[in-house]
Structures are given as C-alpha cells and as structure tokens.
C-alpha cells in the first residue's frame, strides 16, 4: 500500500549505512540509496523527529551456510557515513544480528519518545531492513518502507521484498513521498 499518512510522532530508522556495507556491490546505486537517506534524516531532524542509524559490528552466534568472512574488517568499517552523521541528537544503535530490535535497546529509546510509527531505509532490502521492518510490526508500530532508499546485494530479493513481504508490514513510499507527508 502507498504510504498514506506519518503519525505526529515517527522516527526514520536508517539501517546499515555504514562504510564497510555501503563499499560492497549492490543491486542498485549506493550513492543514491545514501543521498535518499541523508534527505529523509533532514527532513526528520528538520521536524524534530527521531533518526535512529543502526550500525552492525558483528553477526549473531550459531551456523550458517554462507561463505566465511576472512581477516579482519578495516577500522572504519562500522562508521556511519558521513552524509549521514551522526548528528546532534540522533540515535545510534549497534546490532549483532540482522535486525535493530534483538538486542538492542532500540524499542526502549522509541518508547521513551513516544514514538508510535517508523519509517525504515537502508542495507540490505531483504536482510537488515526487512528484519527490522518485521520487529517494529511485531512490536506494535505502524511501518512505512522507504523503497528507494534501499537496495539489496541482489535485485531479485530486493524486488521480493518490497513487493512480497514489505506490503504486508505496512505502506511503502519513495523518499519524495515521505518527505512530503512529513509536511
């Protein structure tokens, strides 16, 4: 569903804009999918609404069948970008898992600001921002995609996502949109 209405207390959950995740190849222009993310945290700071820039520095315990990461990340790896900020007041979370939620105190600082609604953007589509856009529904708040400020490692899960699951979590929009509702 088109993204129809911001609640008066939303916040901009930017996942994964980091250096070491926003170097890698993705489906589709990185540079773009940042420039559309720094425009939507303006628009929410602009507003006086939370920005939340979710950083990962680890993966969650347990095996999987994907290929073993080698040496050891550059030491910038986890900065957020710097279109990004982060700025004064801003939320910075850091996440072992795919989503913002599990553990992490994410829930809490929403709750402590009476946040009722977030709107979610960021890297990988189908991975990170599609799990926290999945928590924040099972958590109770209303979600609106971002959709082109995001992109996946492969353009057929991307697509999945925003066509498939992101519409039954809640409203997707492009960044013109939400900034328009935003008013």
């Known amino acids: 569903m088109t993204a129809t209405v911001l609640d008066p207390n939303t916040a901009l959950i930017v996942v994964d804009l980091q250096k070491g995740i926003t170097g890698l ?81 994410l829930d809490l600082q929403l709750r402590r600001r009476g946040v009722t609604q977030v709107v979610v953007a960021g890297i990988a589509t189908s991975i990170g921002v599609e799990s926290t856009a999945r928590s924040a529904h099972e958590h109770g708040y209303h979600v609106t995609l971002a959709t082109d400020a995001m992109t996946d490692m492969s353009a057929e899960a991307h697509d999945n996502s925003v066509q498939r699951i992101f519409p039954r979590l809640g409203e997707t929009g492009t960044t013109e949109e939400i900034v328009k509702l935003l008013g």
């Open 25 to 105: 190849p993705g489906a589709h222009p990185t540079a773009e999918v940042v420039a559309r993310a720094a425009t939507l945290a303006d628009a929410f700071r602009a507003k006086g609404l939370p920005v939340v820039l979710v950083r990962v520095t680890g993966g969650a315990p347990g095996r999987t069948e994907g290929p073993a990461r080698s040496g050891k990340p550059a030491a910038d790896w986890a900065e957020i970008v710097p279109e990004l900020g982060p700025r004064e007041g801003d939320i910075v979370v850091t996440k072992q898992q795919w989503g913002a939620f599990y553990g992490t105190d």
